[in-house]
């Protein structure tokens, strides 16, 4: 499953910039007659070229752009600067001790819930 669909990824990414072309191939009567910009100046005979030119500059500006994205993410750096202000308030008075409490997040024999045996229902006769 995992290899299909790997084939399946690889071969996306590899027709994917021929698509333009594909789809051109498919769809040249209907392109040649009303997506063409030059329909109305037969002596031209661009017969839709103008249409896949143009679709295949979108798609190079998007893998440019695509790349441009990745390159600005991987390049992103950020700089934290923590200034703590140091402050000397020494009114001649030494601190009072405090006892301190001992606190533990957990206890280590505390009962959790899990059992670990296997659970063998009694036999009845």
Do not use: W
Not at 3 to 18: E, G, Y
């Amino acid at each position: 499953m995992l290899r299909l669909l790997s084939t399946l990824f690889a071969l996306f990414v590899f027709i994917r910039p021929i698509l333009p072309v594909l789809d051109y191939a498919f769809n040249y009567d209907y392109i040649v007659e009303e997506l063409c910009v030059n329909r109305d100046r037969p002596e031209l005979e661009c017969n839709g070229r103008c249409y896949l030119m143009q679709a295949l500059a979108e798609e190079a500006s998007r893998k440019k752009d695509a790349a441009q994205q990745s390159l600005k993410s991987s390049l992103h750096l950020g700089f934290t600067f923590f200034a703590e202000p140091k402050t000397n308030y020494d009114l001649g008075q030494k601190p009072v001790p405090t006892i301190k409490k001992r606190f533990f997040k957990y206890l280590v024999f505390a009962p959790t819930g899990y059992n670990a045996e296997v659970f063998r229902p009694p036999i009845c006769v």
